[in-house]
Nanobody, 119 residues
Framework: VQLVESGGGLGQAGGSLRLSCAAS????????MGWYRQAPGKERELVAT???????YYADSLKGRFTISRDNAKKTVVLQMNSLKPEDTAMYFC??????????????WGQGTQVTVSS
């Protein structure tokens, strides 16, 4: 199983970035997917999840700014990040769950993509 993130980099406060995760070796259409992030010196935290039917969940602090979506045919999950803030700076990880809905901890993780937001 391989999850490969892309789209990270340097963004400006108030701007947007789009992260993408390509999955291989996993039955993508039957697994919930998610994005997590980890800032320096902090624990990894949940950003958003999406079930196989498209139901989404967002961390309260990110509602309205971030949008998660998936394309089962392309086996990709996307995180659209708008109105970026410097505190969004973190390593962002794609994750695949064991089930159609995001319960318990993810089974698979990507290597991460760095997002840095300048003020």
């Amino acid at each position: 199983v391989q999850l490969v993130e892309s789209g990270g980099g340097l963004g400006q406060a108030g701007g947007s970035l789009r992260l993408s995760c390509a999955a291989s070796g996993v039955a993508f259409s039957i697994n919930a997917m998610g994005w997590y992030r980890q800032a320096p010196g902090k624990e990894r935290e949940l950003v958003a999840t999406i079930s196989t039917t498209g139901s989404t969940y967002y961390a309260d602090s990110l509602k309205g700014r971030f949008t998660i979506s998936r394309d089962n045919a392309k086996k990709t999950v996307v995180l659209q990040m708008n109105s970026l803030k410097p505190e969004d700076t973190a390593m962002y990880f794609c994750a695949a769950y064991r089930s159609p809905v995001a319960v318990n901890t993810p089974r698979y993780w990507g290597q991460g993509t760095q997002v840095t937001v300048s003020s």
